[in-house]
């Protein structure tokens, strides 16, 4: 079993950046992959990035590569999602998730967070 616990969402101006952390329980966190999901209002949720237990391999959706990048520190247990020009479209609750591969397909992915809010508004 995994706890993920989703933190540092807030509001920020357009162009501006926002770094999310997602920290997890257990101490296998290394055997995890890890992604990173969010979800707009009346919208369906999204892939945004993925990265491998051992932080090797990354997956973007491909609209978000060169704005965010995904990492993780396993002495730490905690993803990280580094947002960078932010736009009013990317206001969405984002989910951190575990799982056993970098897949962009949210069924890949067995343990999720609660998610964090993040506003980008001009």
């Known amino acids: 079993q995994v706890q993920l616990v989703e933190s540092g969402g807030g509001l920020v101006q357009t162009g501006g950046s926002l770094r999310i952390s997602c920290q997890a329980s257990?101490?296998?966190?290394?055997?995890?992959?890890m992604g990173w999901f969010r979800q707009a209002p009346g919208k369906e949720r999204e892939f945004v990035a993925a990265?491998?237990?051992?932080?090797?391999?990354?997956n973007y959706k491909n609209s978000m590569k060169g704005r965010f990048t995904i990492s993780r520190d396993n002495a730490k247990n905690t993803v990280y999602l580094q947002m960078n020009s932010l736009k009013p479209e990317d206001t969405a609750v984002y989910y951190c998730?575990?799982?056993?591969?970098?897949?962009?397909?949210?069924?890949?992915?067995?343990?999720w967070g609660q998610g964090t809010q993040v506003t980008a508004s001009s």
């Open positions: 257990g101490r296998t966190f290394s055997s995890y992959a």
């Open positions: 990265i491998s237990g051992r932080g090797f391999t990354t």
């Open positions: 998730a575990a799982g056993t591969s970098t897949s962009s397909s949210s069924n890949g992915y067995d343990y």
